[in-house]
């Protein structure tokens, strides 16, 4: 599908530093009282500024406050209820799948309904088994998908269509954007798969929106 | 319709689709200057231009000086508030007019108020860290800080600061401070502080040992001014925060304002598929209905 998806380049194998590798300052400009070449008085200095909440002294900013996603119910592909795990990056860089049956809501952005592109990704086959997310490319426009939340409460989303990208060619950036309207986007594989790298060529999207 | 035809057909609507799903365009300029006041125990008056730029102002209160980027800001003078004792004669002040900018109020290393201007690197921040900066404005020699019970920075000195982008958790962080006689004080015992994915958080250590008023005043770099606005509220992100867009332009300009970043790829299988069924590559990459129509009008805002 050339020409239609945006080019990304997937940066695999990036290093990721996780010890304390502080590096100096930046550049810190203490005032000067330098006069300027052309001052400009502002009118009405006082329009110009804007207030805003003040820090607290001691406190630390508020943790995230989310409601998760528990479970994923999608009867049009033979998913009766899959456990939904949070899942972040693992040492690469990668999403983390979680085991063959499981499906992983990316713990870092928007829960399904949040503003934003929610993520949930699962395995189409993992160590000779059938994944959870199998029958994905199955899905057609107007299918439901049921979201269940630690709260009790679900959500219901309703696909708005399914893309099959080459994994060099992944919108990576667009499928993981916290901005904008609440979206959701459903992640698998597909495509021919390398025996060689024990990997599909390809990533299946579907795309849905809450009803 | 000829396949050529119902393949353009559904290329029109996958753009449509990506529409919806796509980076949002930048709304507007995101140079930031914000003023933090860093000294406890002190409100202050601010003037310049000989006007008002803030009154009865408290340690902590911060205010946006954002709109005021590239100005002056003439014979720039902090009063401790409702009195004409000068705290800082800072002279005429150029306001940065492009970047990320915090101006600090605080105590130099003898405890004399003073102004710093600190420039927030706003790079993107790889999936799955946050990024953590710490800056000495307290009223004291260089200190050590250490995280997580190892040291991170020895000798900062006031007004400096360091900052790396870490794994995203909660890290205990403790600083120390050196007297004359060489000995070494908590000034800040350990405590948490979360590293954000995807934020950078700002620590100050701010106030006087001499008095017993060191403590931490904590920012989160903000890229914009509405952003700083849902920050402020401790409502979580719902479908009602999608605000009005500040002058949204549909003009293909997607510079991306937002630090994070996504991961490097999804590899969601590795064994091929048990069935001998459709092979998927096969499979036309679309299938889009009519109804997607009725989202091809609205970009989607913040």
Redesign the interface.
């Known amino acids: 599908m050339a020409g239609c998806t945006t080019d990304v380049v997937v940066d695999i194998g990036a290093e990721r530093d996780y010890s304390f590798g502080f590096r100096n300052g930046q550049n810190l400009n203490a005032i000067e009282a330098s006069a300027p070449t052309e001052s400009q008085t502002v009118a009405r200095l006082a329009d110009s500024i804007r207030s805003l909440p003040p820090l607290e002294p001691g406190a630390m900013p508020a943790p995230r406050s989310v409601v998760r996603p528990v479970a994923l119910r999608a009867p049009t592909i033979a998913i009766d209820t899959a456990s939904v795990i949070d899942v972040g990056v693992d040492d690469a860089g990668f999403l983390e799948i979680p085991a063959a049956k499981e499906v992983g809501w990316y713990k870092f952005g928007p829960a399904p309904g949040e503003t934003g592109s929610a993520v949930l990704a699962a395995h189409i086959a993992f160590n000779g088994s059938d994944g959870i997310f199998r029958n994905i490319p199955d899905l057609r426009v107007g299918d439901q998908v049921t979201v269940d939340y630690e709260d009790a409460t679900d959500r219901s989303f309703e696909i708005l269509g399914i893309v099959q990208y080459a994994k060099d060619r992944l919108p990576l950036d667009d499928l993981f954007e916290r901005r904008g309207q609440a979206r959701l986007v459903m992640i698998t594989c597909g495509g021919d798969f390398n025996p060689n790298l024990s990997s599909y060529q390809d990533n299946i999207i579907a795309y849905a929106v809450p009803v | 319709m000829g396949r050529f035809m119902a393949l353009l057909a559904s ?1 029109a ?3 449509l ?2 529409g ?5 365009a930048s709304a507007q300029d995101n140079t930031r200057i ?1 003023l ?1 006041h860093g000294i ?1 125990g002190v409100d202050v008056d601010i003037l ?2 000989g ?4 009154e009865e102002f ?11 980027a590239g ?2 800001l ?1 014979e ?1 003078t902090v009063l401790v508030a409702g009195s004409d004792a000068v705290a800082i004669a ?5 306001l940065p007019n492009a970047g990320n900018t915090t101006v600090l109020a605080h105590l130099d290393e003898i405890g004399d108020p ?6 927030n ?1 706003t790079s993107a921040i ?4 946050g990024r953590l900066t710490f800056r000495h404005a307290a009223a004291a020699g260089p200190v050590d800080i250490k ?1 997580d019970d ?1 040291p ?2 020895r000798g900062l000195d006031n ?6 982008d ?3 958790r909660d890290v205990a962080v403790e600083v120390l401070a050196f007297s004359e006689d060489g000995g070494e004080t908590v000034i800040i015992p350990k ?4 590293v ?3 934020e950078s ?1 700002v620590v100050y250590v ?1 106030g006087s040992p001499g008095d017993n008023s060191v ?6 770099v903000s890229l914009s ?1 509405a952003e ?1 606005d849902s920050e ?1 509220t ?1 409502d ?4 009602d ?2 605000e009005t867009d500040e002058g949204t332009d549909d003009d293909g300009d997607d510079e ?1 304002t ?1 630090m ?1 970043s ?13 069935e001998t069924s459709i092979p ?2 096969a ?1 036309a ?5 009519a ?2 129509m009725t ?1 091809g009008a ?1 970009r ?3």
């Open positions: 290329l609507s996958m753009a689709m990506v919806i799903f796509a980076t949002p914000i933090i406890p310049a231009n006007e008002p730029v803030a408290g340690f902590g209160d911060r205010i946006d000086l954002s709109d005021l100005e002056t003439e720039l800072a002279g005429d002040v150029l003073t102004l710093t201007l600190f420039s690197d790889s999936a799955g860290e995280i190892a991170a920075s007004a400096r600061e360091i900052a790396a870490l794994r995203a405590q948490d502080v979360p954000t994915e995807g958080i701010v403590t931490v005043l904590t920012d989160v001014a700083e402020a401790t979580q992100g719902t479908e925060e999608g991306d937002a994070n996504a991961p490097a790829g999804v590899e969601t299988g590795n064994s091929p598929l048990t998927l590559s499979i990459a679309v299938v889009v209905l109804g997607l989202f609205r989607f805002t913040r």
